[in-house]
C-alpha cells in the first residue's frame, strides 16, 4: 500500500485528535503520545520503548512510512484515519503474548460494534473488515530482553481507515473506511481499554471464541502458501494459539502465520 496524499486532500477531514481529551477518556492509566505526522507509530514506539515505564499510547493523525505485515506499507493519509500503537510491559505474561494479535482482533471488534452499531469481520489472521474490504489492519511487534531472550514489551499497532475516501489504486478496490465516525478521540481511548482489559486475562483465551464467531474464513476453502506453492484447504477452527486450523487433501494442518485468501465460489 501506498502512501498518496494527493488523495488525502479529497477526503473528508475529521474532528481533531488531542493527547489530553485522549487521556480523559481512558478508564486506565496509559501515558498518552500524540503527533501530528510521524515516520509510523510503531516504529516511534520501538525508538523509544526504553524511556516509557508505564503503559504508553502513541497516537498520530499522519504517518509518513506506516507499515503492515510482510513487509508492506500502511496507507495513513492525514485527518481520515486513527493511527494508534500501544507499548505494554508483558514480561510477567510472556507465554501468553503469542495471541496478541488474535486477542487485539477481538478489542477492536468490540469497539466498533459498540460505538458504531456496525458488524465487523475479522479475516485471519490480523485484518478487520466491513462489507467484504479491509477497514483495519494489526502489526504486533515484539520486544525481546537481551539477557533473558524472552519477551519484555509489545507495540500493538492498530490503524483504521475513518472517513478516507480516495484510496491508492492498488489498494481502492480491497480497501473501505467507517465513512462516518467523528470521534476518533473516543475509538482510541475504547480500544486501547478493551487491550488493557483483554491482556490481564490472555491465559484464559475467552475471547477465541468471539474471535472465531466473527471470522469470516471459517467454514470457506481458502487458498494458502507453502514452500512457495499456493494450495486449497478449507479453514475449519482456530485453535488456541490464534492458529487456523485447515483440512488439507492431506489430513490436517495448523498455520500459525503467512496469509490467506478466501476462495469465491463459483
Ligand atoms: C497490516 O495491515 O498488515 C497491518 C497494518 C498496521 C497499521 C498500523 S497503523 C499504526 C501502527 N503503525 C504502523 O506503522 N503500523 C501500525
Not at 493527547?19 to 509510523?40: G, H, M, P, R, W
Not at 480491497?174 to 483483554?198: M, V
Not at 494458502?224 to 487433501?249: F, M, P, Q, S
Request: a positive charge; one cysteine or more; aromatic letters at 6%.
Amino acid at each position: 500500500m501506498s502512501d498518496n496524499k494527493s488523495n488525502s486532500v479529497k477526503n473528508t477531514a475529521l474532528s481533531t485528535l488531542n493527547a489530553q481529551n485522549i487521556k480523559k477518556l481512558l478508564k486506565n492509566n496509559i501515558e498518552v503520545l500524540y503527533f501530528d505526522t510521524i515516520d509510523s507509530t510503531n516504529t516511534h514506539a520501538k525508538r523509544v520503548y526504553k524511556a516509557c515505564t508505564t503503559p504508553t499510547l502513541f497516537v498520530a493523525n499522519h504517518q509518513s512510512n506506516g507499515r503492515g505485515r510482510l513487509g508492506r506499507t500502511f496507507y495513513s493519509p492525514a485527518d481520515t484515519g486513527l493511527y494508534m500503537s500501544l507499548l505494554l510491559d508483558v514480561a510477567d505474561n510472556s507465554e501468553d503474548i503469542i495471541c496478541i494479535t488474535t486477542a487485539t482482533c477481538v478489542c477492536v471488534i468490540n469497539a466498533l460494534k459498540e460505538l458504531y452499531n456496525v458488524a465487523p469481520q475479522i479475516k485471519w489472521v490480523n485484518d478487520i473488515y466491513l462489507c467484504n474490504k479491509k477497514l483495519c489492519g494489526i502489526l504486533c511487534e515484539a520486544i525481546t530482553n537481551e539477557n533473558t531472550h524472552k519477551v519484555e514489551k509489545v507495540i500493538i499497532g492498530i490503524g483504521i481507515n475513518i472517513s478516507t475516501k480516495d484510496f491508492p489504486d492498488d489498494i481502492k478496490d480491497i480497501a473501505t473506511s467507517l465513512g462516518f465516525a467523528h470521534n476518533r478521540e473516543e475509538l482510541c481511548a475504547k480500544i486501547a481499554d478493551n487491550i488493557i482489559a483483554i491482556t490481564k486475562e490472555l491465559k484464559t483465551r475467552d475471547f477465541i471464541n468471539e474471535y472465531k464467531k466473527h471470522s469470516m474464513v471459517l467454514g470457506c476453502d481458502i487458498n494458502y502458501t507453502e514452500n512457495g506453492v499456493t494450495k486449497v484447504a478449507t479453514a475449519i477452527d482456530i485453535d488456541r494459539n490464534g492458529g487456523l486450523v485447515i483440512k488439507t487433501e492431506n489430513g490436517l494442518k495448523t498455520l500459525s502465520s503467512g496469509e490467506i485468501s478466501v476462495r469465491i465460489k463459483k
